[in-house]
């Protein structure tokens, strides 16, 4: 079974994290306790290269906002290229659920699943990957770890994808899980953006 690892700021996370507050005392917890957490370390099979527009454009985003969304609520986001180019468009974190992979090792082993979408709506075309989802488990954990979708043809593309206004990369990313930690927040946090967007898990 191949895991993968995101790279994602956990300083960002806990920023997030800390306008949550409302939501629950279990959020409040976690955004202590991932404060002194160690940042994850980042695979090299999901670190970008040095020729990618957003990274050797030096992209920056504009704020997501300030409190949590719920699911299926979107985040209509600017960008800026270090030469001025702007795009904008939309993430959103549509849906969440929890499912037993085939034949399990362990009972307790679980696929924590989500259904994202990222477009383009106008200018400069974007390079959009799923590596900067990530999960928040109740703990203060950031869960990175992403598994081979169980079915590629609903999957969020695996592969860097550049997507014009008007288009759209849209599927599931399934994160390594377990039966009696659900997520408690998703969150997307590209590089370039001041902090994480952050969407609420019902529990």
Known sequence: MRITTAAMYVGLLCAALAACDGTADVVSDTAQRTMSAPTPTPSKIDEPSTDDPEVAGGLT???P?????ALGEAWQWTSTTRSGAKATGTTAVLAYK?????APADEDLRYDQVNVR?????GTPITVYPRFFAL????GEVNTMKM??????TAFPSKDTVLKPGQCAAGTIDFFGVRSKR?????WGPDGAPKTAVWVISQ
């Open 61 to 63: 985003y504009a704020a």
């Open 65 to 69: 906002p300030d409190g949590p969304m």
């Open 98 to 102: 929890q499912q037993m992979p085939p």
């Open 118 to 122: 990222i477009c383009s709506t106008a």
């Open 136 to 139: 928040i488990k109740p703990s």
């Open 148 to 153: 081979v979708a169980p079915d590629p043809k």
């Open 183 to 187: 997520p408690v927040l998703a969150v």
